[in-house]
């Protein structure tokens, strides 16, 4: 069946650096949703790419999604502590099926 | 606007038992999908619902079903709990056909 390979799994940063999660789908996706799940929380949409070679932007998050529409990542300048939380993408089959990457736990020291 | 309502949020049961669970959308939102979210498993997709309709399921046994109100309110039955069955349950609404969106709080199930 379909699945999303999400990595890392865990990434823990200094204050101020960037970090990248990377979401590959086995097969052609409709669309993509990332979300952010802070710990005992549920999951916040944050945004869902649509085209083919999409890249969006809100303030220090960047999101692309591939030009075959398999693949996907979140990229954040100079995380801040406020960051920290599990970042998950879904993948969404044309309607069928969403399926969920298995996150990646990102930590912020400062 | 009120975000996506849950109840109850927390659930204790013992095994062989049925549960119920409810999700009230965002106001103006038809569709709603539910999740099942485990520390081994991950996120997982249930079923969703659109017009009172189950438009698609995940991969779950038959002992999980839910339905859609007029009013777009939803609830979700497990039946014959199992252990395994512990998790949080997750609705989300969105405002057209979709899957995913806006997440309610969960309920927490517990199955004893």
């Known amino acids: 069946g379909q699945q999303v390979m999400q990595i890392p799994q865990y990434q823990h940063v200094q204050e101020g650096e960037d970090f990248t999660t990377y979401c590959n789908s086995s097969?052609?996706?409709?669309?993509i949703q990332w979300y952010k799940q802070r710990p005992g929380g549920h999951p916040v949409f944050l945004i869902q790419l649509v085209k083919s070679g999409e890249v969006k932007k809100q303030k220090r998050l960047t999101f692309q999604f591939g030009e075959a529409k398999k693949n996907s990542s979140l990229h954040i300048t100079a995380t801040q502590t406020t960051d920290v939380g599990t970042y998950f993408c879904a993948g969404d089959q044309y309607g069928n099926k969403l399926v969920f990457g298995a996150g990646t736990i990102l930590r912020v020291k400062s | 606007k009120a975000g996506v309502t849950q109840t109850p949020r927390y659930l204790i049961k013992t095994r062989g038992q049925q549960v119920t669970l409810s999700c009230s959308p965002i106001s103006g939102h038809r569709s709603v999908s539910w999740y099942q979210q485990t520390p081994g498993q991950g996120l997982q997709f249930l079923f969703e619902y659109f017009s009172e309709t189950q438009r698609n399921k995940g991969n779950f046994p038959g002992r999980f079903s839910g339905r859609q109100f007029s009013n777009s309110r939803s609830e979700m039955n497990v039946s014959t709990l199992e252990l395994g069955d512990s998790a949080l349950y997750l609705c989300a609404s969105s405002p057209d056909r979709g899957l995913g969106g806006f997440f309610g709080p969960g309920t927490r199930l517990t199955v004893l």
């Open positions: 097969t052609t996706l409709s669309n």
